[in-house]
Structures are given as C-alpha cells and as structure tokens.
C-alpha cells in the first residue's frame, strides 16, 4: 500500500498537472518544523514569499519546537529551531536522563527549491535539517510538489536519515552515528544523503483563502523519542515519549490573518499537535514613516530674485537667518550644528534625531532651506553628523529642489552630489546651545538570555539611567548605571550540558556573575573622541569603562569613499576584566574555569589584554550586505568572522555569523564553534512614525569564550555608511516625505 501510494503521488506530481495552468509553489503555511509546506511533518517543494520572516510554535507527542524561519531568496529558505522533549532519555547520545523535565536541542534547516514548478513540471526542492547541529534532527530530503487546478498539490520525495528510518525500500551507504549530544555545531558532511532511504508523500486542499486540509505518510519512526533505536538496545517503557501506531497524518490550517496561522493534527494514528505560526513579510512591509506631520512645500523663488545679493550688506542678516533655518529644522527633529552662509551658497551642518531613513531627512533640510534662506543662495550643501563628526554630505541646486518637487524622487537624486562632508566644520562655529549640551533618559531594561541547557530563557528586568555629555564636536562622555529589581540571569548552571564552557580564559561563560546581586551597577563609563584624517577616514578613540565586562581604551579608523559599497577598518583594544560587582574596581587577569558537570574548578590561564581586528565590509546589492573580521579576540584566540545579512529598505535586517578561531571543538566547548542570527528591528515599523529606535537582537546558539569580540559602543562602519550614496540611493523615494 506505501508503495502505490507514494508511486501515485510521484506520478501525479510529474505527470498530472498536464493541460492545467500552474499556480506558483508559494506556502503562507508551515508544517510542525516551522518550514514552508501544506503538509504535516513532512517537508514539500513549497516556499514562502521571498523575506518572510516567520515563527511557528509546535507541539505534539512531548516535544515543544519553536522555528525562526527566514526566506533568504526566493528560492532558498533558513531555519533555526529550539526544541524542548519533555521525558526525554537521549539513548545512544548521552548516559544522562532527564526524567519530570526538558532536554534542550538546537538545530538549523536549509532548504532550495532546484526548480520552478511549470505547466508539466513539478517544483523540485532539496534540503537539510539539523545539519549543523547535535543530529537528534539529522535528515537529508529530495521533494516534488505539483498543483493540480488552483486548490490541491500532492507532494512525493525521498528522505535520508530521519526521513529514512521508516520501511526503507534502498540505501546509499553507511550513515555514521552522531555521537554524544552536547558537542554539536559540526558540519557532519560525512551524514548527509547517507544510510538507508523512505518515500514519503502527501496531499493538501486549499478549501477557501483561510481553510486548507492535508494528509501524508510519514517516514520518520521517531525512534528516539520512542526508545527504539535502530541498531541499538531498546530503552524501557519509561522512555517512550509517545506511541506511534501508524504513518498516516492528516491535519488541518486557519488563517487569522495574513500574519497569523492556527493548525491542529492527529498525528502517527495516536496523539494529537497543534502549532501557532506568526509572519511577517519584511520585503512587502511599508517603508517606516508616514504618521507624522506632512513636509512644508517648497519655496519657489520669485523670477529674477536670485541675482539680489542685498541682503549680505544688512548687519545681523546672517544670525538672523541661522536661527530662522535653526527653528525651522527643529521643528522637524533636525537640529542644526553649525552653518556657513554666503550670498551663492550655504553649508548646513545637521543632527538628525528623528528619521531612521537619512534621505528623508536631508530631504526635509532641504525644504527647510528653500524657505528660510535669502533668493541668491542657489547651492545648498547638508552635512549630516554622527556625534559631531560629519559622516556624509549631500549638494543640491536650490533651482532643481524647486523644478522638482512633484516629480520622481529618481530625478533630483541624479542630480545630488554626495561627498564625504570632511572639513564641515571648516570655518564654521557651532550655533548657540549645540555645545555642550546635555542627553540623558530614565526608562525599564530588560536582558534577555537564551538557550541554557536549564532554562532556555533567562531573564532581567530593571531600570536604567543613560546619559551624554557633548562637550564639543566629536567628543562625548558617555554612561550608563542600571539596577535589577528581579530575574534569573545569574542563574547557575547544573552541567547537563555535556560539552562544558571548554578550557579557554573565561572571557564570556562567567557572564552570569556580572548580573547577580541587586547593587547599581555601572553599564559603561566612557570618553570617546571622534574625528576625520581625511575626505575618506573616519577615526574613533573610546576610554574607560567600555561595557560590562571590560574597562579600557579602544582605538579604530575607517576607510569608506562616500559612493563606495567597498570599506576596510581596523581596530585595536587595551582592556582589563572589571569586578563582577560592575562598580569602578578591576579584577585580576587570572582565569578559572568550573566544570559544570562535576563542579571541579581548574587555572585557565591569563586573559590577554590586547585584541583587535582588521575589517572588510562590502555592500553586494539587491539588499545583502557582508562582513568579515580578522584577529584576535578576547581569549587570546586568533581567527575570522564572516557575517551576511540581508537589508530592507524599511529598516529590517536579518543576518547570520559564524566565527572559526585557532582552538578545537574540545577547548571551544558545547557548540564547537560561535555562530548566531541577528535581527534588528526598526520601532518606526511598530508604532507608524519615523523614529531612529531599533532593536537589535542577537540569538547566539550559545556564548562561549572562543571567538568572542569587545562590545564597545559607537563602532564606526554602522555610523558612517547611512550617510552615504549606496544606503541613501536604496530610500531615496523617501526625500520628499
């Protein structure tokens, strides 16, 4: 019966579809993996809208998965999975039970649709699940899916591994054992399409926009989680997790909303599961912006008044005509530096403390000026700042602001010249209550922490006083205390990870003493002075308490051309392990490591006190971006990280990392290697009005001693590159807003 099944599904899949126009393979629903697919717990050829970012919530038979996924390209999808098997007994990955509570696992999907479904072809997919992690996941798959009408796709293919551990009709060769849980983050190459080999297949029914049916075989035999390990002994009773009585699946999907999914199951003829998928589709989401006040209009000049150069004889003209340009941009949450006029031109040196997108603002700057400024000054020069340092400049003709108001943004940009704004500050002193001037917040914190084998989530709530003294332009004193009221962050651990910290310094793993105690504590205390060697160097020197861990002095330069996607920077720091207390003390350069598993404490050696990088930072289009850092980091290690991230022009970013340094897997510990997923999320998207508040969130699989970096504030790459051509040309559009 499998056999003719999966044949007929194969079959309709490559042959059915005949005469019948194709609807694109696109999936708004997740199977109980998180990935896109109208089936259950089988994958699908199927693919989500190109940049949707998606969580889904699953549970069934004791396991509780949760799924960051990502569609990385149209044709290529990411996932990250946490999961928790309540009772679980990991068999042949480890001696340890974990009976009345949870084992943690990590994994990551990929997965690439080969080919385009079309009017007698199939869409065709190959992917890999937890192919970088422990392997309790580990499966390889080949998959068609094919429509048939606008309503039903049948789904046949292959599967390696978990896929394969059901009634398997070949093999292609030895699949080696995973080994002891705890270890991970390998790229197990040697698995992948190995061992023996299952058909699995199904079908799903779009009955309506919101209500779809599915059916499928399964091939996965679940033998972990039930105890009954191939080619291995039998766990007793106690281990099974639940009962598998058949490979038929058959669920159901709502739609809430185009953002929001329900699904339930009964799954494997004896248990039913259920999921939650929350999306959202980053490429489609409306630039940020748009609630707040309309700009003023342009000012048109009126015929033959730009040749009056009158009014450079009128004494107090030009301080007159500052504070109005002054007020004007205030009002716009711009608030002006500095300027230089003169009767042709005018040099505008601006903060932008409103608009995440930089066009905008120098858009509404522009308007400001048409407005404010004498008929004669035809050449408009903005130089936007980052801590007083000028980071970019845009030149305008006042004459094309006026001609081009109401038509395409695309014809003014052609005629912007955009310059790296060195020397802005050039005979230009700055305007009244610029500097110094004082910047301080009181508001409630939170720090998240995530994946402990004992409580995958952690959590710190409190309260925390920021402030900043700008002295002058490119110096500012900088700090930040904060007080917990409660949480767990200092949570010890109880060594169910079997891995351990590894035997590096203990530069990160003893992080966990830094948030204990309810004392005010000092976040970072610093000076910083930042400056220009040049029309493309940006330099930043940074002293004092530089985040909670380490005090210290850093020093970086930066090479970025303004209408370069190419920049190279390097950094260098000096630093010294604070007190765990976060006050003003330093502690000893003397590591110790303690094993969690068996509470032994052993000399881990000196944490150095020199580290640095040399940088590479390159802007590929189409909204991908890259990164990569050489050097040495804080535990003496030496070695690179490559980061990618793909970039809206909204304000969304969603990326990945991976650090590989000179240590083995054995001294790194648990994970093998650091790597992680980073988001940063415009607020502006949330609350419907431009603001320049994001949040960055960083999902490390888990923090380690090798490959970790310094984290001091105001790095200059991500300070620099808004104001340039290629960031600026992609939210162009928005220099009318």
Known sequence: MRMRFTAAVIGASILGAGAVGAEPTLSYSKNMYGLPGGLIDMPTAEVAPDGELSTTLSHFGGTTKTTLTFQLLPRLTGAFRYSALKNYRPGRFGP??????????????????VLKEGTYRPAVAIGMRDFIGTGLYSAEYVVATKSIGSRLRVT???????????????????????????????????????????AFGGVSYQVNDRLSFKAEY???????????????????????????????????DYKISPRIALGASYMYGSTFGLKLTLATDLKGAAVPGGSEAAPLPVAVRPRNSASDLGWTDLPGKPAMVQSDVANALAKEGIMLEGMKLDGRSVRVVMRNTRYDIESQAVGRTARALTRNLPASVEEFTVVQT??????????LKRSDVEALEN??????????????????????????????????????????????????????????????????????????????????????????????VGTLPAVRSDGRLYAAGNDPKIEHLTIAKYGRLGPDWYTRVTVGYLESMYAGASGEVLWKPASSRLAFGAELNYVRPREYSMG???KTRHSFITDPATGITSYAGLIPEWNGHVSAYYDFGNGFHGEMNVGRYLAGDWGATVAVDREFNNGWRVGAYVTKTNVSAAAFGEGSFDKGIRITIPLSSSIGSATRKKNKIVLQSLSRNGGARLNVNGRLYEAVRDAHHPEMAKTWGRFWR
């Open 386 to 395: 980052y801590q007083g340092m000028p980071t970019g400049a845009v030149t």
């Open 584 to 586: 003003l003390g330093l």
């Open 407 to 500: 038509a395409p943004a695309h014809d003014i940009l052609q005629r912007a010249v955009f310059s790296s704004g060195a020397g802005a500050w050039d005979g230009v002193a700055p305007v009244d209550g610029a500097y110094p001037r004082l910047s301080w917040s009181l508001g409630p914190y939170g720090k998240l922490g995530v994946f402990d084998p004992d409580n995958p989530v952690k959590l710190d709530v409190g309260l925390k006083l920021s402030a900043d003294y700008h002295f002058a332009p490119g110096w500012v004193v900088s700090g930040a205390a904060s007080v917990k009221l409660t949480g767990n962050l200092d949570a010890a651990p109880s060594g169910r990870s079997g891995a351990g």
């Open 218 to 252: 399964s091939t996965d035999n679940y033998s972990e989680e039930r105890g009954a390990i191939v080619g291995g002994p039998v766990q007793d009773a106690g281990a099974n997790m639940f009962t598998r009585k058949s490979p038929w699946n058959f669920g159901a």
């Open 96 to 113: 340890t039970p974990y009976p009345n509570s949870s084992y943690y696992d990590r994994s990551f999907d990929l997965k690439y649709q």
């Open 156 to 198: 046949g293919g292959v599967g390696w591994g978990r896929m394969g551990s059901f009634n398997s009709f070949a093999t292609t060769g030895t699949r080696p054992g995973i080994g002891i849980i705890g270890a991970g983050g390998n790229l197990r190459t040697d698995r992948w399409f190995k061992g023996p080999m299952s």
